[in-house]
């Protein structure tokens, strides 16, 4: 039997309605939740990335100033920026798109970010919060992974998760997520990597898998456990019959005869990223308040 889809884009619809919600009650109170969006260059992916954060944000009602850098910009020019940022009480959460330009040390760039206004959730600061279970800014990718499973009713409380690519914005604050006593945690997890010998001998032991690695199809059928729960992370474009497709890092032709429920892509992690940046925006807001 084929596998259940889990749907990202209408569970991320839910979110944007109560995050809609949620910033209307703000707005009553005086507070327009706002996010302060940097773009250093002119990748084609990262502008693309931030027009999707645009679109969700006029959906919801948060306002988002773009700044708009150029390529060339320095280190230190753009710190001062992130700086003015943090200083200004009209915004709550500031992004910096990554990749930076070579000549950017990108840990400088986010250590400069307030932690409070860290809506990626990647500043030590936040990251730390996540790893001792405390309240914080979770970053979007691993925390969209972790709602898309609780609202499709997947438990992972006692399965044994197994999570292919170790980055610090994906596989490594998604371990830290499922490891946590918590609904939505609670799970055994095993986290392969580039380093890892014979992959497929971790993979076919996985009751949940979640695969963030960044290469086509690379996971196959065979890896996975019959009746597994397959979250498939990666994003991959590439060009098959003269036609450019994104595909994830699993192969969802043949994964799908062998999963119980599994993600496609597009449609299936990707809507979700951005609902929960959304869902951190307001958070960010409302502490603005609190504090
Ligand atoms: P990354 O390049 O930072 O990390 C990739 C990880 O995969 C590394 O930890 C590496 O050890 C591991 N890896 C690479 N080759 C491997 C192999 N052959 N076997 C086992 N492990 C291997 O990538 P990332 O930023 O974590 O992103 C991973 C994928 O997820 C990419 O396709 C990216 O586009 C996608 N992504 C999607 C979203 C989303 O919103 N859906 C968000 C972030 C990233």
Redesign the pocket.
Known sequence: MAAILIDGKTIATEIKLEVKDLVSKLRSQGVHPCLAVILVGTDPASHAYVSAKRRMSQEVGIRLIQHNLLQGISEFELIRLIHSLNADSEVHGILVQLPLPAHIEEHNVIEAISPEKDVDGFHPCNVGCLVTGLDTLIS??PH?VSQLMTRSGISTSGKHTVI????????KPLMNLLVQKTVGGNSTVTV?????KN?KNFTVQADILIV????AR?VSADMIKPGAVVID????RVEENGKTRLIG?VDFDHARNVASMITPVPG???P??VAMLMKNVVKAATWSIRT
Do not use: Q
């Open positions: 979007c990718t969209a292919v690519g170790r980055s610090n914005i994906v596989g392969c990597h580039s380093g890892t992959i963030a690695i960044g290469k690379l992370v990666g994003i991959n890092d299936g992690v990707g979700m990223t």
